[in-house]
């Protein structure tokens, strides 16, 4: 089974500045289709989780392009050029490359 | 709008039986895999199992397997979990969401498990 980490598992950030979380898996989540399956996920305080990127690096609808992925292969981080408020919660990565799905424990993101 | 809306969460016993729902709307349900994962109080997510479009392949986490079972409703729109054997363990907010990349999340249902 794949193990996905995530560092740190907390962070605070003063508004305006960027923050990286790094999440690494314990095999390639390359597939041989020639995609990356890591996703990453916000949850908000009180609410569901929702998708920001698929597919390593792929924005979903909606998300704001201060959200950037970089890495490759098993290591990888989300990067977030400019903290807003509203960017508090706790980011989770998810691999779908095999089954069992894996997710990382999270990293708790809090605002300075 | 896209939407799951799950249902069927309660206080039950320990041993006990629950089925959970998800009600899906605003999209193609019958082309799209689905996932359940749940949320234990305070906890990080995890993963519980994923149905393909025609109900074939199933996968289940190993921590549930044998107790879980998935299933789905394509003329309904409606994906399902039954979960037996209910230990304290699976007190949670079990959420069911669409697509490979859990693109979409319902508002979770929420489970206890207590005497």
């Known amino acids: 089974d794949i193990v996905m980490t995530q560092t740190p598992l907390s962070l605070s950030v003063t508004p305006g500045q960027p923050a990286s979380i790094s999440c690494k898996s314990s095999?390639?989540?390359?597939?041989?289709?020639?995609?990356?399956?890591l996703h990453w996920f916000l949850q908000k305080p009180g609410q569901s989780p929702h998708l920001l990127i698929y597919?390593?690096?792929n924005r979903f609808s909606g998300v704001p392009d201060r959200f950037d992925v970089s890495g490759s292969g098993t290591d990888f981080t989300l990067k977030i050029s400019r903290v807003e408020a509203e960017d508090v919660g706790v980011y989770y990565c998810?691999?779908?490359?095999?089954?069992?799905?894996?997710f990382g424990p999270g990293t708790k993101l809090e605002i300075k | 709008e896209v939407q799951l809306v799950e249902s069927g969460g309660g206080l039950v016993q320990p041993g006990g039986s629950l089925r959970l729902s998800c009600a899906a709307s605003g999209f193609v349900f019958s082309t799209s895999s689905m996932s359940w994962v749940r949320q234990a109080p305070g906890k990080g997510l995890e993963w519980l199992s994923y149905?393909?479009?025609?109900?074939?392949?199933?996968f289940y986490a190993d921590s549930v397997k044998g107790r879980f079972t998935i299933s789905r409703d394509n003329a309904k729109n409606s994906l399902y979990l039954q979960i037996n054997s209910l230990r304290a363990e699976d007190t949670a907010v079990y959420y069911c969401?669409?697509?490979?990349?859990?693109?979409?999340w319902g508002q979770g249902t929420t489970v206890t498990v207590s005497s």
């Open positions: 998810l691999q779908t490359v095999e089954f069992p799905r894996s």
């Open positions: 597919e390593l690096s």
């Open positions: 969401a669409k697509r490979g990349a859990l693109d979409v």
């Open positions: 149905i393909s479009p025609s109900s074939s392949p199933i």
């Open positions: 095999q390639s989540l390359l597939h041989s289709d020639g995609k990356t399956y």
